[in-house]
T-cell receptor
């Protein structure tokens, strides 16, 4: 069965520091991969997506993610975190043979001044 | 502006009462979804619909019902059979099920009186 794992439930980084949020998936073929961000009490907003092609994808708000097929990973990165990045981040998986999206359990990011 | 509108933002349910959450989209998407979000549990799929007049159970459909009579509307009813309805409910849509970007509404917070 397909699954998505975000191993870090909470992460705290200092403002200006770099950030990497981990996402691993379980699926035989290459899925469609997504990162979403959620502010408290709000819906989810798409940060970036990977369907095919270049394995390093750029998104909004200065985020990027790299698809590594050998590691079944799609980690989210940002070189310098801003206080406004504090939110919850969700990795999601879909694909051509899927009948639904699979979401990770989320990573809550706290940013220290 | 295209998007997904959920209403109401806050909803209170009395014991034994059915309540209906509204979800409307003007993105011309075929697929629509309902998710339940509880703290620390990520998003769990309640129901999804690939096309008008069709819908499928998700992972936690018990105690919920839906209809899809119009392309733009996918209301969710939380029935009295759902014994623990307190949660944040998110509606989403995409062009096709699991193959495209999902767009989310701002959510409805349901509480029990």
């Amino acid at each position: 069965a397909q699954s998505v794992t975000q191993p870090d439930i909470h992460i705290t980084v200092s403002e200006g520091a770099s950030l990497e949020l981990r996402c691993n998936y379980s699926y035989g073929a290459t899925p469609y991969l997504f990162w979403y961000v959620q502010s408290p009490g709000q819906g989810l907003q798409l940060l970036l997506k990977y369907f095919s092609g270049d394995t390093l994808v750029q998104g909004i708000k200065g985020f990027e993610a790299e698809f590594k097929r050998s590691q079944s990973s799609f980690n989210l990165r940002k070189p310098s975190v801003h206080w406004s990045d504090a939110a919850e981040y969700f990795c999601a998986v879909g694909g051509f043979n899927f009948n639904k999206f699979y979401f990770g359990s989320g990573t809550k990011l706290n940013v220290k001044p | 502006d295209g998007g997904i509108t959920q209403s109401p933002k806050y909803l209170f349910r009395k014991e034994g009462q059915n309540v209906t959450l509204s979800c409307e989209q003007n993105l011309n998407h075929d697929a629509m979804y309902w998710y339940r979000q509880d703290p620390g549990q990520g998003l769990r799929l309640i129901y999804y619909s690939q096309i008008v007049n069709d819908f499928q159970k998700g992972d936690i459909a018990e105690g919920y019902s839906v209809s899809r009579e119009k392309k733009e509307s996918f209301p969710l009813t939380v029935t009295s059979a759902q014994k623990n309805p307190t949660a944040f409910y998110l509606c989403a849509s995409s062009i096709q099920v699991a193959k495209n970007i999902q767009y989310f509404g701002a959510g409805t917070r349901l509480s029990v009186l």
